[in-house]
């Protein structure tokens, strides 16, 4: 099971940090990404993060240089620190597992397995 919250309303250049809380699921082993859904606009991928093999991240190009991946202390928490928002960065924002691939160079196109519900996201003019 995978949740996430820490979405909000904010304004545009503002900054926010969503954290994606997984049952025990460890960054040793799974890969944990971001994603999101803009109303009228397929899913796109964000970032993702492993530890497996020493680690990896990956971002978007929409999101490098403005949004940080991080995982917590016990390897089961993943944070997504975006800052600079605009507003067609609205959306719904998940975060989904995947043990096989592991942020491969294609993670944003390939299926993950547990979604979390998402937390909306709204970055006002």
């Known amino acids: 099971q995978l949740v996430e919250s820490g979405g909000g309303l904010v304004q545009s250049g503002g900054s926010l940090t969503l954290s994606c809380t997984t049952s025990?699921?460890?960054?040793?082993?799974?890969?944990i990404a971001w994603f999101r859904r803009a109303p009228g606009k397929e899913r796109e991928g964000v970032s993702c993060i492993t530890y497996y093999n020493g680690g990896t991240t990956r971002y978007a190009d929409s999101a490098k240089g403005r949004f940080t991946i991080s995982g917590d202390s016990a390897k089961t928490t993943v944070y997504l620190k975006m800052k600079n928002l605009k507003p067609e960065e609205t959306a719904v924002y998940y975060c989904a597992e995947d043990e096989d691939r592991l942020c491969s160079a294609l993670w944003s196109v390939l299926p993950f397995g547990t979604w979390g519900r998402g937390t909306q996201v709204t970055v006002t003019t």
């Open positions: 025990g699921l460890s960054l040793d082993n799974y890969a």
